[in-house]
């Protein structure tokens, strides 16, 4: 099976534009979760689909956004961009059953520098 | 969310087993207990996870506290592919929420 592929893999942007970053997870899986991994902040959580539904999110403004496709397929957006959105941005994959039950498959991330 | 304490570092030497401890006294009774690790610049890679009892897989062994309050996570025969930030996430939504988790160094 391939494994999670997020697109592109380098971006940069700067202050003020908006960026859409796309995820593919395995294929059969249905869940699709964010995360962004600073040096300062570590790997925190942005947010959750299943089924096209955002179903958790964590502690980010609104201007970081997502959605989820019939395919599964996701697509993260960040609007006015700072120079703190700076960072890896990973995207998980899981079969998204009973909470807990099944483990997350990572991407290699999208690594967004904003100037 | 219930959060984990995981020493900063640790230091083994290769071939050697390793155990990666793991606290987390605010758990809930519907809590897994999930271990992930990070490769430099790689993503995050799935370890093992539990809920109740003890786990093996290929890469790695889950001792499980009875009263689920700590955990232990046993790699068998440490390689220097082994070296990685070692994360111990309790998953009780579809999120997991990393703490600074455990760096491990492999000495050859």
């Known amino acids: 099976k391939a494994g999670v592929t997020q697109t592109p893999r380098y971006l940069i942007k700067t202050r003020g534009q908006q960026v859409t970053l796309s995820c593919s997870p395995i294929?059969?899986?249905?869940?699709v979760s964010w995360y962004q991994q600073t040096p300062g902040q570590g790997l925190q959580f942005l947010f959750e689909?299943?089924?096209?539904?955002?179903?958790n999110k964590g502690n980010f403004p609104g201007r970081f956004s997502g959605r989820q496709f019939s395919n599964s397929r996701s697509e993260m957006n960040v609007s006015t961009l700072e120079l703190g959105d700076s960072a890896l941005y990973l995207c998980?994959?899981?079969?998204?059953?009973?909470?807990?039950?099944?483990?997350?498959?990572f991407g290699p991330g999208t690594r967004l520098t904003v100037t | 969310d219930a959060k984990t304490t995981q020493p900063n570092s640790m230091e083994s030497n290769e071939e050697e087993p390793v155990h990666l401890p793991c606290n987390h006294s605010?758990?809930?009774?519907?809590?897994?207990i999930h271990w992930y690790r990070q490769l430099p610049s790689q993503g995050p890679e799935y370890v093992i996870h539990?809920?109740?009892s003890n786990v093996n897989n290929r890469m790695a062994s889950l001792a499980i506290a009875e009263d689920r309050k700590s955990s232990t996570l046993i790699l068998h025969r440490a390689t220097l592919r082994d070296a990685a930030v070692y994360y111990c996430?309790?998953?009780?939504?579809?999120?997991?929420?990393f703490g600074q988790g455990t760096r491990l160094t492999i000495n050859p």
């Open positions: 996430i309790l998953q009780g939504a579809q999120k997991l929420v």
């Open positions: 539990g809920l109740t």
């Open positions: 605010t758990i809930s009774g519907t809590d897994y």
């Open positions: 689909y299943f089924s096209e539904t955002q179903r």
């Open positions: 294929s059969g899986h249905r869940s």
């Open positions: 998980a994959s899981s079969l998204g059953g009973l909470a807990g039950l099944y483990e997350q498959y």
